[in-house]
């Protein structure tokens, strides 16, 4: 079956740039349409459409990056206008294609699906040094003792401070997952640590142990600069997120720069980022839980979609559980990883999910 999945995607990649037609998709293939369309959304969690509008979207960043007329990109995508083109794209990234391609900001990637190989596409790639050093070449005022680089996690956290890949500035890790359970507005007060520990299920002296105290630095020195490490999932910008909020609620002066990449591959996006509207969609998103306004990183602002969908007791990773609930968890884990890249949950943030569909289950 996996073959069979992966021969869909390569003739839907064949084809994202001409008129697609789930029909010659199913003639191809020698089966009914809705029997292509199930076994592809039953193995990727995606129904054909998405798929496709995600992939041309993402691929047509591309084209507007390197300044083509977005005219010309909308008809290479086939999008029968230019605004069609900008309605999708806007409702994919939180910005138009004419304020994306002036500003050049960091997004989710879509890469193309790869089913049909036991391959791990979503392990980073560990040569950071290299990638390090051509930061250090473009700004190398981000390596001295005033700046703070805060790493997405622990064992992050524990290899650039090892090698002290940022030179002589310091590192904390945000030990977090703020993708998953509740949250306050005060960012780290009293109440804040109450809510998270017991959402985590832990004491307040181990939450303190485990998140608060490693953040020592960066709640008691000062720094000209704060440069934030994420990955482009849920997990990694929900992170993201509390911790400019927290910088905004705390005052904070200096410069502060995000340096994203995507989780199968080490190549950083260096953007700077100006304070001033994470908190407010900070309150609304994990607070509120209500949909962002306009003005966030498109990266964020995908990411906050997609957190907001999964907050329904009913979306694309519960289904997918409650199809696969015979699998043994290993496995089930294993396929969670590779068809939910852009989540970005752990084993944790999943066992406790299958757990509980199996709790509801059972009642």
């Not at 605004?83 to 304020?99: L, N, Q």
């Not at 752990?346 to 757990?355: A, K, R, S």
């Amino acid at each position: 079956m996996k073959a069979y999945i992966q021969q869909m995607i390569d003739w839907i990649e064949e084809h994202l740039q001409s008129g697609f037609s789930l029909e010659e998709l199913a003639d191809h293939m020698g089966y009914s349409p809705y029997y292509c369309s199930f076994k592809f959304h039953q193995a990727t969690g995606l129904s054909i459409r998405r798929y496709i509008l995600l992939r041309r979207l993402y691929l047509s960043t591309k084209d507007l990056a390197n300044q083509r007329k977005i005219m010309d990109v909308a008809l290479d995508y086939n999008y029968s206008s230019q605004d069609s083109y900008s309605r999708a794209f806007k409702t994919v990234f939180g910005v138009s294609p004419k304020e994306f391609q002036l500003r050049q900001m960091p997004i989710q990637s879509f890469a193309k699906l790869q089913i049909d190989t036991r391959e791990d596409h979503y392990k980073m790639n560990r040569n950071r040094e290299t990638e390090v050093a051509n930061l250090q070449s473009t700004k190398s005022e981000l390596f001295d003792r005033d700046v703070l680089n805060i790493l997405n996690g622990q064992l992050m956290y524990e290899e650039f401070k090892s090698k002290r890949l940022m030179g002589d500035s310091d590192y904390v890790p945000f030990n977090e997952a703020m993708c998953v359970h509740k949250t306050s507005s005060i960012i780290f007060d009293s109440e804040f640590i109450q809510t998270r520990a017991m959402g985590h299920g832990e004491t307040i002296e181990s939450y303190c142990s485990k998140v608060i105290h490693p953040l020592h630095d960066l709640f008691q020195k000062d720094y000209n600069y704060i440069v934030l490490w994420f990955g482009e999932d849920v997990f990694c910008q929900m992170n993201l997120l509390t911790l400019l909020a927290y910088l905004e609620q705390s005052d904070y002066k200096g410069k502060v720069f995000l340096n994203s990449f995507r989780e199968d591959e080490f190549k950083v996006n260096q953007t700077e980022l100006t304070l001033g509207s994470f908190d407010a969609a900070y309150q609304e998103i994990l607070v509120h839980h209500r949909k962002p306004g306009e003005g966030l990183l498109p990266v964020l602002y995908q990411a906050s979609v997609l957190y907001l969908e999964l907050q329904k007791e009913k979306n694309e990773v519960t289904q997918y559980i409650s199809q696969n609930m015979h699998v043994p968890e290993a496995e089930l884990l294993r396929r969670l990883f590779k068809v939910f890249p852009m989540i970005g949950y752990g084993d944790t943030q999943y066992i406790e999910l299958i757990n509980k569909m199996k709790n509801n289950k059972n009642t």
